[in-house]
Nanobody
Framework: QVQLVESGGGLVQAGDSLRLSCAASGRTFGSYAMGWFRQAPGKEREFVAAISWSGNFTYYTDSVKGRFTISRDNAKNTVYLQTSSLKPEDTAVYYC???????????????????WGQGTQVTVSS
């Protein structure tokens, strides 16, 4: 069982940065692939970024490449999403996710992902 708690969201202006954090419980954190999804009002949840259990492999959706960076600290049971050059279209609830497999589940709406956090709101004003 893995419990995930996100933090770091907020209201920012376009062009600003935010660092989202996701603290995980459970002794097996280091064996899980981790990632982030987001859901904007009126839209389906979408994949943002994922990182393998070792941190050696990362994957991003095209719209955030070059602006967002995912990282993890297995000693702290924490995964991060550093965002920069934020745009109004990045406004969404951001969800942390955990799954034993670093594979196809890290796409679309995340069907098949084992564990989800409660979400943190990111609002970017123009």
């Amino acid at each position: 069982q893995v419990q995930l708690v996100e933090s770091g969201g907020g209201l920012v202006q376009a062009g600003d940065s935010l660092r989202l954090s996701c603290a995980a419980s459970g002794r097996t954190f280091g064996s899980y692939a981790m990632g982030w999804f987001r859901q904007a009002p009126g839209k389906e949840r979408e994949f943002v970024a994922a990182i393998s259990w070792s941190g050696n492999f990362t994957y991003y959706t095209d719209s955030v490449k070059g602006r967002f960076t995912i990282s993890r600290d297995n000693a702290k049971n924490t995964v991060y999403l550093q965002t920069s050059s934020l745009k109004p279209e990045d406004t969404a609830v951001y969800y942390c996710a955990a799954n034993p497999v670093y594979g196809n589940v890290w796409s679309g709406s995340g069907h098949g992902i084992n564990y989800w956090g409660q979400g943190t709101q990111v609002t970017v004003s123009s």
